[in-house]
């Protein structure tokens, strides 16, 4: 139904920037949200922030706030994680997702096939 397809990821060193893309297609129409998330290896799956489409307004976990910005592009339905400032504890396989609202119940429905950041020191 819809089709999530990242890049962007890469190797960089401590200190440096890297932008993570992720369009949408199919069918997007009535979409709430796309989000990211990471996983780091031995570790659980991480919310790292989200958009609201059709606003732009975004959201934050802790970790990356002030580090990390969320964009997103309305006429590629494309959303973008500009990171900066990495660290090494930002390694992981980062994933965008989108989200829809059902029953008063939001829930990510669709993921991407997930992109590996690594982040030397």
């Known amino acids: 139904q819809v089709q999530l397809v990242e890049s962007g990821g890469g190797l960089v060193q401590a200190g440096g920037s890297l932008r993570l893309s992720c369009a949408a297609s199919?069918?997007?129409?009535?979409?709430?949200?796309m989000g990211w998330f990471r996983q780091a290896p031995g570790k659980e799956r991480e919310f790292v922030g989200h958009?609201?489409?059709?606003?732009?307004?975004?959201y934050y976990t802790d970790s990356v706030k002030g580090r990390f910005t969320i964009s997103r592009d309305n006429a590629k339905n494309t959303v973008y994680l500009q990171m900066n400032s990495l660290k090494p504890e930002d390694t992981a396989v980062y994933y965008c997702?989108?989200?829809?609202?059902?029953?008063?119940?939001?829930?990510?429905?669709?993921w991407g096939q997930g992109t590996q950041v690594t982040v030397s020191s």
């Open positions: 958009i609201i489409w059709s606003r732009g307004s975004t």
């Open positions: 199919g069918r997007t129409f009535s979409m709430d949200r």
């Open positions: 997702a989108a989200a829809y609202t059902r029953s008063g119940t939001t829930r990510y429905d669709y």
